[in-house]
């Protein structure tokens, strides 16, 4: 049993486009137009959607109403800038612990993401 194959292609085949017309070509660009990149809020100019960024356990955790307390007494400027401190306090201590029994970068990347983890569930991050 033989089959032949032509230059054009396949025989009976039912694929007469090109690979490079479905994400290229016109459906693409008019995707790309029918979909809004601002949200016009009645009359006014339009305004541009902002990414929400948000941590998943934000106001939960044991030390959550302490942090939430905190940010609001001295703000949010300088809480994140005190916030950054110790976080970056924290991952020198981290790698110094990892040297000190040897653990290689890899092990070391484990441990800070291991703290953060942790850091989210305890409400520090709130």
């Excluded at 033989?2 to 054009?8: K, R």
């Excluded at 137009?33 to 006014?44: C, H, L």
């Excluded at 970056?88 to 029994?101: G, M, N, P, R």
Aim: overall charge positive; proline content about 3%.
């Amino acid at each position: 049993m033989a089959t032949s194959v032509s230059a054009t292609g396949c025989v009976g085949s039912s694929f007469y486009g090109s690979w490079g017309t479905s994400m290229v070509g016109e459906d693409y660009t008019m995707l790309a137009k029918s979909v809004p990149s601002q949200v016009r809020m009645g009359r006014g100019k339009p305004v541009r959607l902002q990414p929400m960024m948000k941590n998943v356990n934000e106001g939960k955790g044991i030390f959550a109403p302490v942090v939430v307390f905190t940010r609001n007494i001295i703000g949010k400027k300088r809480f994140n800038q005190l916030r950054g401190k110790a976080i970056a306090l924290h991952s020198q201590v981290i790698t110094e612990f990892c040297k000190s029994i040897g653990a290689d970068a890899k092990q070391r990347q484990g441990l800070i993401r291991l703290a953060k983890k942790n850091g989210e569930w305890l409400g520090f991050l709130a």
